[in-house]
Every structure is written in C-alpha cells, then in structure tokens.
Nanobody
Framework: QVHLVESGGGLVQPGGSLTLSCATS????????MGWYRQAPGKQREWVAA???????DYRDSVKGRFTVSRDIANSTLYLEMSDLKPEDTAVYYC???????????????WGQGTRVTVSS
C-alpha cells in the first residue's frame, strides 16, 4: 500500500515560486506513475502533473512552462516546483499514485491531507 505525505505549501505573491514535496513509502522507484492533483476553493479536483519512473513528465496546459515535477530517488520524494504563480493556482495540492487510462491520467491511491498553496498579494 502506497503512503504519501505532502508538504511545502504556504502563502506566496503572484509571480513568486514555491516547491512542494511528497515523501513516499515504499520507495519512489517502485511507483511507476505519480503526480499531483489540486482542488481550488469551490471547484472540483483537477489533475496537474504526472511523472513516470522512466523520466517522462506531463502537465495540464494551464501550468506548462511554469511547473516542473521531478523525482529524488535517494530521498524517495516527488517534487512540484512552481514558478510564476498566479491567483488561480490557489488550491490544496495532493500527491497521488496515478494510472494511465488510454491518454488520460487517473488517481490510483487514496487522497491524503494535501498541502495548501495560497497565491495572493
């Protein structure tokens, strides 16, 4: 059973940067597909980014060029580096194991507590 713990959220100004962390158990190199979802206030949870064990990454259009997902194998951690943050990025961010269904990503693991990101002046 995969256990994931998110951290690193906080308050940041528009245009600023923030990096989220996701500690994994078992080791991240045993998890084929991982990624991030987010849920903004009053809105449905949406997929943000994906990372494969082979090094492939994928992003929703609204964050392409601004967000980077990466893996640190030694520390068994998944990161989400966010830059040029916008108010619409405000949400609770969740780290999840993913599965690939045709051309779509879907969550495989259960939801944790997430980490809150607030982009505001």
């Amino acid at each position: 059973q995969v256990h994931l713990v998110e951290s690193g959220g906080g308050l940041v100004q528009p245009g600023g940067s923030l990096t989220l962390s996701c500690a994994t158990s078992p080791n991240i190199n045993t998890i084929t597909y991982m990624g991030w979802y987010r849920q903004a206030p009053g809105k449905q949870r949406e997929w943000v980014a994906a990372s494969t064990r082979s090094g492939i990454t994928d992003y929703r259009d609204s964050v392409k060029g601004r967000f980077t997902v990466s893996r640190d194998i030694a520390n068994s951690t998944l990161y989400l580096e966010m830059s040029d943050l916008k108010p619409e990025d405000t949400a609770v961010y969740y780290c999840v194991e993913l599965r690939r269904i045709n051309s779509d990503w879907q969550p495989l693991s259960s939801w944790g507590q997430g980490t809150r990101v607030t982009v505001s002046s």
